[in-house]
């Protein structure tokens, strides 16, 4: 599967962004997408993945409250809503995607095979 990510740019703290990653290449059927996003000096961090039949869901715990993932069928689109930004959520985004379903365990970037580019979500004070 190919993956563009978009949507991100320059916020202010408390404002609201929506990323988008359009797939492309592949049936979804059996695909999970997921969202990460790697800050300055750190290592890249899991967020969100949806299952995209059925549309399961599983969050990071530092993000599930404020963050939302979900699909659009027809767009073959995953999105990541973020609401009440902070500072630290300053960093480059990725989508991710992986053939099939983890049930249990803790979801990591080793368990997707394919990546989108990365788009900057700078969050101001």
């Known amino acids: 599967v190919q993956l563009q990510a978009f949507g991100g740019g320059l916020v202010q703290a408390g404002d609201s962004l929506r990323l988008s990653c359009e797939a492309s290449g592949t049936t979804l059927t059996n695909y999970a997408l997921g969202w990460f996003r790697q800050g300055p000096g750190k290592e890249r961090e899991f967020l969100a993945v949806?299952?995209?039949?059925?549309?399961?869901?599983v969050y990071a715990a530092s993000v599930k409250d404020r963050f939302t993932i979900s699909r659009s069928y027809s767009k073959r689109t995953t999105y990541l809503q973020m609401n009440s930004l902070k500072p630290e959520d300053t960093a480059v985004y990725y989508c991710?995607?992986?053939?099939?379903?983890?049930?249990?365990?803790?979801?990591?970037?080793?368990?997707?095979?394919?990546w989108g580019q990365g788009t900057l979500v700078t969050v101001s004070s």
């Open positions: 991710a995607g992986r053939s099939g379903w983890m049930v249990g365990g803790s979801w990591s970037s080793a368990h997707f095979g394919s």
């Open positions: 949806i299952r995209w039949s059925g549309g399961n869901t």
